[in-house]
Structures are given as structure tokens and as C-alpha cells.
């Protein structure tokens, strides 16, 4: 996800307002991203190089990642989002074409168990053939 496409959509609420108002979201205009482990982190060039290192294959690089994902609350969603509106990048903990297809040659570095664990998340198979 990147912060210029941080697109307003509506999803179920996994939160309560009470909580929201909590955190300073105001519960009527809450959005998925809000709640986006990534928020905040500098995209684009940022000091570090949220996308450019996965874009390189750097493997560890693409670990780490994935782990922020794959501990984030709106993984499926994001995920999802990515897929539907045929966005470009790590949504979800998976690398997405431009075609809302799976990216196979970006997510080379995941093993069987990473889309195993991916496969519980999205309740599909999620690696590409
Ligand atoms: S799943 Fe990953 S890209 Fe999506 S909001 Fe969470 S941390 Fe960001």
C-alpha cells in the first residue's frame, strides 16, 4: 500500500467506536487504512525504501515486510483491496500486478509454508502456479 493510494472505502468494522474515538478516528469516517500497520512509514524513496527494497528481490528485505503484513489487523483487506482495484505493490503481504493477479517473480521468496499461512488468511490459495 502506498500512501497516495490511501482511497477511502468502506469496510466492516472491526473495532468499536468507543475505541475508535479512543485513538482520535472519528468512527463515521474510519477506514481500513486507519488501522494499517504501514501508516506512517515513509513510502517512495523513504528512508526505508518501503517498496524499492521489495521491488530489488532483496529476500530479506522482503521478509521483513511480509511480516508487518502478515501482523497487521486489515492484512485480508488490504490484500483484497489491492486485488479488486488492480493496484500495484505489497498489499496484504503479497505483491500484486498491475492486473490484480499475484506477482509470481516478486514473491519468489516466499516458501510453501508462507503461502500455506496466506492461504489461511485470504481462506484461499493464494500462490500463484
Ligand atoms: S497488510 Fe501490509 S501493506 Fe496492507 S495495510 Fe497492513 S502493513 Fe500496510
Redesign the pocket.
Known sequence: ?TAANTKSCTWTRIVSDSVANQLGIDPERMVW?DW???KGYPVDGGAHEFFEGYERGDAAFCRTMDS??NS?P??KL??EYAQSQKEEG????IYWTATGRVDKKKNEHKTDEDWKNLAKVYGRRMKPQ
Open positions: 500500500m487504512q494499517a500497520s504501514c508487518l503484513c497487521c486489515v492484512q488490504c490484500g505489497l498489499w496484504g503481504g
